[in-house]
């Protein structure tokens, strides 16, 4: 499976919003329900921030939210803070007890 | 508290061994599937293999199929990864992680250790 493809980079002021697209195949995004999102700041290991399309597990607040539409996902951070600046990656199952990541989009709070 | 942590990692010539370990606690390890996940420098993140909670079966990303072998003792809370012919394209952090729930390990990536660095250079 090919990564899924995440746009390089995103951005929006304080207290604005910013959505991220994850697009990938019926083989993945499309096919199941186990799409998530990863929030990672520099030198960290990876954070869960939603799982199964758009659940948010406990701790997470809720200006994350995410949606997913045929074959594209999606992950929407509201009010904007700039603790939120980091890089994001989408995951989805891929079949076959396989899985893969999104390219990553690095999001910057102006 | 949950926690994993990482080991072994190191620098070594192409062509060589390496065995990470990924030491688990605060959880029943018995019961989980275990990933280990990588991440080139400066790259993104790509899934490397899946083991049952039994270690009855195992998966890898078609990139390390048939040169990484994932394994783990039970007894010890204790995941590996045994790394063979080694390409200098292996070079990255190594995290060992745990899905969301223990009866499927198809759910997403909850718990992340911190990361063992390997470097595969002559």
């Known amino acids: 499976h090919s990564a899924l493809t995440q746009p390089p980079s995103a951005s929006g002021s304080p207290g604005q919003s910013v959505t991220i697209s994850c697009t990938g195949t019926s083989s993945d995004v499309g096919g199941y329900k186990y799409v998530s999102w990863y929030q990672q700041h520099p030198g960290k290991a990876p954070k869960l921030v939603m799982y199964e399309v758009t659940k948010r597990p406990s701790g997470v607040p809720d200006r994350f939210s995410a949606s997913k539409s045929g074959n594209t996902a999606s992950l929407t951070v509201s009010g904007l803070q700039a603790d939120d600046e980091a890089d994001y990656y989408c995951s989805s199952y891929a079949g076959r007890n396989t899985f893969v990541f999104g390219t990553g989009t690095k999001v910057t709070v102006l | 508290q949950v926690q994993l942590v990482e080991s072994g990692g190191g620098v070594v010539q192409p062509g060589k061994s390496l065995r990470l370990s990924c030491a688990a606690s605060?959880?029943?390890?018995?019961?989980?599937?275990m990933h280990w996940v990588r991440q080139a420098p400066g790259k993104g993140l790509e899934w490397v293999a899946l083991?049952?909670?039994?270690?009855?079966?195992?998966y890898y990303a078609d990139s390390v199929k048939g040169r990484f072998t994932i394994s783990r003792d039970n007894s010890n809370n204790t995941l590996y990864l045994q790394m063979n012919s080694l390409r200098a394209e292996d070079t990255a952090v190594y995290y060992c992680a745990r899905p969301l729930t223990w009866d499927d390990e198809n759910d997403a990536f909850d718990i992340w250790g911190l990361g063992t660095m390997v470097t595969v250079s002559s």
């Open positions: 083991i049952l909670f039994n270690g009855s079966k195992k």
């Open positions: 605060g959880f029943t390890f018995r019961t989980y599937g």
